[in-house]
């Protein structure tokens, strides 16, 4: 598993992502004044935004069911837990886009290539993923926690099976 996102599983055998881009940005007030520079202040984070992009060839991998799912999921609008494949939380994701480009047709129309990109913003608190640097420092003072990271990841490859 390379990366989750809720329920759905990215891996070299339905849908592998080759790049991320994860953009963080901050949030910032102007204020214009008469005869003086505009006046700024800092407001806090703003959005966060993860771009997953990949490209899969023709009898590589399911594609075209991958694809159906997250754009399922992306007109549900839920927020999903994003998750990489040691464990680590991202934070709670919504799709904001998917986008799709099918090269190299066959002489039916085919696709044997497909090229994907989805975009996720960040719909939870950012401080939230702070509890993976905690949970870093307890394992580090108490040596026997280390493996409950890993069983969070053990968990999800057996609810992977049940659906």
Known sequence: MLMS????FFSISSLAHQDIVHRRSVRFAR????????AWQFLGP???VITLSGTTAFGVGAPEGG????????QEGAAQPLVDGLGNVFGRYAILALDTKKTVLD???????NEWAMDL??????GAAIGNLLFDKLAGAAPGLASLKGDALSIARIAKGLF
């Open 107 to 113: 002489r039916f129309g085919q696709a044997r290539r």
């Open 46 to 48: 703003g959005p966060e």
């Open 121 to 126: 913003e960040r719909v939870d608190d950012p």
């Open 5 to 8: 996102l809720g329920l759905y």
């Open 67 to 74: 694809l159906a799912t997250l754009n399922r999921m992306m």
């Open 31 to 38: 204020n214009e004044r008469i005869g003086a520079p505009d």
